[in-house]
């Protein structure tokens, strides 16, 4: 295989295994999943002649519209949106499942507190106590932890106390 069909047929996988793609996709199938409910189905042929007029009623009858859903058109839409999807989640899911059990070390305080899950409780006891509790709590549940210190050897006050799941 040389290198313009190899850029090809790469540039060809990104493409179809985009979300971007996928989400088009479902756009066209919501599009067309209106005509279907809009428009009523299954009805006998003379109804939609004398609704639409015997020009419009060929139109449409060419387009598949009068059985929507398992028209060929709608079907294949399908079928490319389950194989897109699935190229998608095959190309992004091994990225996905990285960053999951990626230890995030330098994550400033300010981005941590953008998470949506996030809450923050003021300390009772002293330092050393809540880090072995919290330490305990989180190893109990099967999470790795890691107390974070500054560069100068000190903690931060308060200590960062950030966990990962196994």
């Known amino acids: 295989m040389n290198q313009a069909s190899q850029s090809f047929s790469k540039r060809i996988y990104e493409l179809f295994s985009a979300m971007r793609f996928a989400v088009s996709l479902l756009t066209v199938l919501g599009i067309a999943s209106i005509i279907g409910t809009v428009l009523k ?91 072995k509790g919290l330490a305990g709590f989180l190893a109990t549940r099967g999470f790795r932890h890691k107390v974070v210190a500054h560069r100068d050897g000190s903690r931060p006050s308060p200590p960062r106390l950030a966990a990962i799941k196994d």
Do not use: K
Not at 69 to 94: E, Q
């Open 41 to 131: 189905q299954n009805e006998p042929y003379a109804n939609y002649v004398v609704e639409f007029g015997q020009f419009w009623f060929g139109f449409f009858e060419t387009l598949g519209l009068y059985d929507v859903y398992h028209s060929v058109w709608f079907l294949a839409i399908l079928l490319f949106l389950v194989a897109f999807t699935s190229l998608c989640i095959y190309r992004n899911s091994p990225l996905m499942l990285r960053e999951l059990r990626t230890f995030h070390e330098h994550a400033t305080e300010n981005s941590l507190r953008n998470f949506s899950h996030q809450h923050e409780y003021a300390l009772t006891g002293s330092v050393e106590e809540t880090v």
